[in-house]
C-alpha cells in the first residue's frame, strides 16, 4: 500500500508539473485531442524513457522528425516526491538491514514497473502539422501532402531506462539523507559520501531556485508570462544547470536553424543560430553580453557556501584535503550528470515533389552537446580548490575534536 501511495503521488505530482508546463506553452491546442498522451509521453521521457517520432507527408512527400530532450524539471518533481515517500516510512530508524531495504525498494520497482508499462502503451498519437501559411496548406490538402508527425514509445528501452532511473533516485536519497538508515556494513562510507552527495543536492537545487527567481523577475518587467512559466515547469534545470557548466569554463557545441529555438535567456539563440556548429562558452557568450562573466561569480559564491556545508556537516577527523577531494569527485560526478542528461536535439525536414530536403529547407534542427570530459576536468579542478577552501573557513564551526591547521 506504500509503495503504491509513494509511486501514485509522483506521478500525479509529474504529470501535473508537465500538463501545465504544456498548457503554458499552448498544447493544450494539439489536434485530435492530443493534449493528454503528450502529457503522458512528457512523463515518459522525464524518466528516462524513449520516445520515437514518425512522419509522414503522402506519396509526393517525405518527412522526418527526431527529438531527444528530457524535461528535467518534470524529472525533478517525480525525483523528490518519489524519495520523500522512500524515506518516510525510514525516518525513525538508526539501522536498516540490507535485506529490509531491498524489500521495500523491490516492492516500490514492482509497482513502478507497472506504471512504467502504462505509461508506455498509453503514449502514442499521431496528428497533422500546420505548414503555417494557408496557401501552402491548401496545396498540401490538394496533393496528399499534409505532413503528419506521430510519436510511439520504445516499450523495451522506456522500461529498462525508466527502472535505472528509480534506482538512481532511491540510492540518491538514501546518500542524500542524515537521517535514513543504512546497513551496518555501509555506516562507514555515509561519513565521506554523504554530506559531498547533500552538497552536490543543494548546490543544484539553489541554482534552479535562483534561475526561477529570475525567470519570474523577467517575466514581470517583460511580459511572455505563459512562456517562461512554461520554461520554468517543463525545463528550468536544462537552462540553468547548462549555465552553471559555463560557469565552470564548460564548453558546449549546438546550432539553431530553423523554426526551433531556446526560449532564455535570448543570447543563447543568438549565438547558436549560425550556419555551422557554434561553440557555446563564456567567450562567445560574452561577445554577445559581457555580464555572462558573471556566471564565474555565481559559481564561486554558491560551491563555495556548498563547501563550507560539507566541511561542517562531516565528521571532525575528515583533513581539510579530504574535503576538497570528496568536493571534487562529487562536483566531477554532477558535471557529468548533467552533460548527460542536458544534450538537447531536435529535427524536423519535409520535402514536397523534391522541394525542399530533409536535412533542412522546409524545416528545422537544434542540437546542444558538451565538451564532455573537458567539462568533467573543469568540475573536478573546480571542486579541489573550493572544497579546500571552503574546509578552511568552517574550521572554526567543525565538531569537537576537530584537527589543528597543522593537520590539513
Given amino acids: 500500500m506504500r509503495a ?14 508537465a500538463a501545465l508546463g504544456l498548457w503554458a506553452a499552448g498544447a493544450s491546442d494539439l489536434p485530435d485531442h492530443a493534449f493528454a498522451r503528450v502529457v503522458t509521453a512528457t512523463v515518459v521521457t522525464a524518466v528516462g524513457g524513449t520516445i520515437k517520432l514518425s512522419g509522414s507527408a503522402g506519396a509526393l512527400a517525405d518527412s522526418k522528425a527526431r527529438l531527444t530532450v528530457i524535461p528535467l524539471s518534470v524529472t525533478l518533481t517525480g525525483a523528490l516526491v518519489l524519495g520523500a515517500g522512500f524515506l518516510r516510512p525510514l525516518r525513525h530508524r538508526a539501522v536498516a538491514g540490507g535485506r529490509e531495504l531491498a524489500g521495500w525498494a523491490a516492492r516500490i520497482a514492482v509497482v513502478w514497473l507497472l506504471v512504467l508499462l502504462a505509461l508506455a502503451f498509453a503514449a502514442r498519437q499521431t496528428f497533422k502539422v500546420s505548414l503555417g501559411d494557408d496557401t501552402l496548406s491548401d496545396l498540401g490538402d490538394l496533393f496528399g501532402a499534409s505532413p503528419e508527425v506521430g510519436f510511439t514509445t520504445d516499450v523495451p528501452r522506456t522500461v529498462l531506462f525508466g527502472l535505472l532511473w528509480l534506482a538512481g533516485v532511491l ?21 565521506s559520501v554523504r554530506p559531498a552527495a547533500h552538497a552536490m543536492v543543494v548546490l543544484l537545487l539553489g541554482y534552479v531556485v535562483l534561475g526561477a527567481l529570475v525567470a519570474l523577475v523577467v517575466a514581470v518587467t517583460r511580459g511572455h508570462a505563459p512562456q517562461t512559466l512554461a520554461v520554468i515547469l517543463l525545463g528550468l534545470p536544462n537552462l540553468v544547470w547548462l549555465t552553471l557548466t559555463l560557469g565552470l569554463g564548460a564548453t558546449w557545441n549546438g ?36 555580464r555572462v562573466w558573471w556566471l564565474v561569480v555565481v559559481d564561486a559564491v554558491l560551491l563555495l557556501s556548498v563547501a563550507f556545508l560539507m566541511a561542517a556537516r562531516s565528521p571532525a577527523r575528515v583533513r581539510v584535503w579530504q574535503h576538497a577531494v570528496h568536493l571534487a569527485v562529487a562536483l566531477a560526478l554532477t558535471v557529468l550528470m548533467i552533460c548527460l542528461v542536458g544534450r538537447i536535439s531536435a529535427h524536423y525536414g519535409l520535402s514536397v515533389l523534391g522541394i525542399g530536403d530533409l536535412g533542412g529547407g522546409l524545416g528545422g534542427k537544434l542540437f546542444l552537446e558538451p565538451e564532455l570530459w573537458a567539462a568533467v576536468g573543469l568540475g573536478a579542478l573546480w571542486g579541489l580548490v573550493t572544497g579546500f577552501l571552503g574546509a578552511l573557513l568552517a574550521l572554526p564551526v567543525r565538531r569537537k575534536g576537530e584537527f589543528k591547521p597543522a593537520d590539513v
Fill in 255 to 290: 546550432r539553431v536553424e530553423g523554426p526551433f529555438g531556446l526560449p532564455m535567456p535570448h543570447v543563447l539563440d543568438e549565438v547558436l543560430r549560425s550556419k555551422d556548429t557554434t561553440a557555446l562558452n563564456l567567450h562567445t557568450l560574452a561577445e554577445h553580453d559581457g
Fill in 4 to 17: 503504491g501511495s509513494t509511486v501514485l503521488g509522483a506521478l500525479l505530482a509529474m504529470g501535473l508539473v
Fill in 171 to 191: 540510492v540518491l536519497a538514501l546518500l542524500v539523507s542524515r537521517r535514513a538508515p543504512l546497513p551496518g556494513r555501509l555506516l562507514p562510507f555515509q561519513q
